[in-house]
């Protein structure tokens, strides 16, 4: 016998559609969610397939600046890639909307 009790949950990453950063303290950086996460990694893309952005730390926001200096409104593409404690790895793609 045993008295050790295992919880074993599927990696989740919540992944919001757009972010306001207007310096009204709400939404002004883009972030995600997540449990269960071992290793995470996030990279967001320009529409012309350049990445401005890249970072290991869930819990870092984007705030949205390319080489200091504020980038315009408008669709950016994010790939997130992360593992579970098992080192299955998953990937997440889509788009976020940046609203000025």
């Known amino acids: ?3 050790e009790v295992c919880f074993y949950f599927l990696p989740t990453v ?3 559609n757009a972010f306001t950063p207007n310096a ?3 939404n002004d950086g883009f972030g995600v969610k997540g ?12 529409r012309w397939g350049e990445k401005i952005y890249q ?3 869930i819990n870092e926001k984007w ?3 390319y080489l200091n200096q504020p980038i315009q409104a408008g669709t950016y593409m994010y ?4 593992t579970d ?4 790895s998953y990937r997440k793609a889509g788009t976020i909307n940046l609203i000025r």
């Open 63 to 65: 705030m949205p600046t």
């Open 1 to 3: 016998m045993s008295n």
């Open 24 to 26: 009204d303290n709400l």
């Open 55 to 57: 970072s290991n730390d």
């Open 14 to 16: 919540y992944v919001p």
């Open 85 to 88: 404690f098992e080192n299955k």
């Open 35 to 46: 449990i269960a996460i071992n290793e995470f990694s996030m990279s967001i893309y320009n």
């Open 79 to 82: 790939l997130i890639s992360y």
